[in-house]
């Protein structure tokens, strides 16, 4: 079941990004990384066809983002991911100065927002992002549970 609001463009581009990661057989992650509203830097899961374990949809789309702004640095930047990211990718967040966090579907097995180690919240975080789960949850849900469906 879809939402009965409009989709905001960058979670639509989100997802179009994971519909891809699975085509390619990767894991169906997409992340969108926005400033001012425009998009500066997207990914999809790539950690199968790059042969790098740090490949994660998040991951990609800062990277691009800070190579395209020319600065590490994300401040003022909003990231769009169609899964609650993982210890790893929060970390990233933090260091890049990520403003607003938007995911869709929460991780309860690897997420670190609302899950797991709530990295956000600890007192070691030095940087914490406005956070909005729940976007395109069901979307990105049946994407997910789809694709783990054909491999069992």
Not at 14 to 21: D, I, P, S, V, Y
Request: proline share 8%; glycine share 10%; net charge neutral.
């Amino acid at each position: 079941m879809s939402s009965p609001f409009p989709l905001p463009d960058p979670m639509r581009r989100a997802l179009a990004l994971a519909r891809a990661a699975e085509t390619a057989g990767e894991v169906p992650i997409g992340a969108v990384v926005t400033r001012n509203g425009i998009i500066i830097g997207e990914g999809e899961n790539r950690n199968r066809r790059d042969h790098d374990p740090t490949a994660h949809a998040e991951i990609v789309a800062m990277r691009a983002a800070a190579i395209h702004l020319g600065d590490f640095r994300l401040t003022g930047c909003d990231l769009w991911v169609t899964l609650e990211p993982c210890p790893m990718c929060a970390g990233a967040i933090s260091h890049a100065r990520i403003a607003r966090l938007y995911y869709a579907v929460g991780d309860p097995k690897g997420g670190a927002i609302e899950q797991g180690p709530r990295l956000f919240a600890q007192p070691q975080c030095l940087h914490r992002p406005e956070v909005y789960g729940g976007l395109a949850e069901a979307e990105a849900s049946a994407l997910l549970r789809d694709f783990f469906a054909a491999r069992r």
